[in-house]
């Protein structure tokens, strides 16, 4: 008996490996850095969408966004070494140090804190005037190309175009989305340009610009914004949210609003 009850075990525990789900996990696969196709100047990003999925549990892809107030006037493309992005906003430098080690592309665990590592640094979920960009990044742009546009014109709205597409006006979130559970007031709209509101930085007992790293150091100085980009897949897996790993896409500057 002894010598049957040993070879049972792990029989039984191998039909259990293979029927109680032990060895299934959900994974959604992130956007390839080697897809963000080219960043011109600090205007204007390219990225080409994967062609498939590559899970069955995949919902769309998220556009993770933080603004960062600055005294820096950049033209040209931003670096991201630690002392390019201190001289912009040291909170950006911390923010990107943070999170670099979660856009380990090569890695198929399943990302199940991705929220927390973002919502912990002041990330939103970009938004869409007039869309719904959840709909709009569904299975339906897989293979498109997304161009990320912040003209430097005064008075200009940063917009969305999808491959064979309408732009869309770039929208400021107001939290509770997949990213942050707290309320946001955008100041002075929902629009991604630099403004005075804006600038100003965060105000966390009247919620606004919650999506805003201020700079207390500039003072009197002339303040310039700038926004760091990243793309997740996303996916749903028993009524719980996945993600993949971020990949960073960039840092572009905000248009001045107009007067």
Avoid: W
Avoid at 53 to 60: C, K, L, P, R
Avoid at 172 to 184: H, L, P, V
Avoid at 229 to 237: E, F, M, Q, S, T
């Amino acid at each position: 008996m002894t010598k049957k009850t040993g070879i049972l075990i792990p029989a039984v525990f191998a039909v259990c490996l293979g029927s109680c789900g032990l060895e299934e996990y959900s994974y959604v696969p992130p956007v390839p850095q080697g897809n963000i196709v080219e960043v011109e100047l600090n205007n204007k990003a390219t990225m080409r969408l994967p062609t498939s999925a590559g899970s069955n549990v995949f919902t769309n892809f998220s556009i993770l966004y933080r603004i960062y107030v600055s005294a820096q006037n950049e033209s040209g493309q931003i670096q991201t070494s630690s002392s390019a992005l201190s001289a912009i906003n040291s909170s950006l430098a911390s923010d990107y140090s943070y999170i670099y080690p979660s856009t380990d592309v090569t890695s198929t665990t399943t990302n199940t804190n991705v929220d927390s590592i973002f919502r912990s640094r002041g990330y939103y979920e970009m938004a869409l005037e007039g869309t719904d960009i959840k709909t709009l990044l569904d299975n339906g742009s897989l293979g498109k190309t997304i161009v990320i546009e912040c003209s430097p014109i005064v008075g200009s709205i940063p917009t969305l175009t999808v491959e064979g597409g309408i732009s869309y006006n770039l929208y400021r979130s107001r939290g509770e989305d997949y990213i942050q559970t707290d309320s946001n007031r955008p100041l002075p709209d929902r629009y991604f340009q630099n403004h005075a509101d804006l600038n100003a930085g965060p105000d966390n007992t009247a919620k606004t610009n919650l999506d805003v790293a201020g700079n207390s150091s500039i003072g009197s100085a002339s303040k310039y914004t700038y926004i760091s980009l990243y793309v997740v897949a996303v996916g749903k897996d028993k009524m719980a949210n996945i993600f993949s790993s971020p990949t960073f896409i960039g840092i572009l500057r905000l248009p001045e609003k107009s007067s």
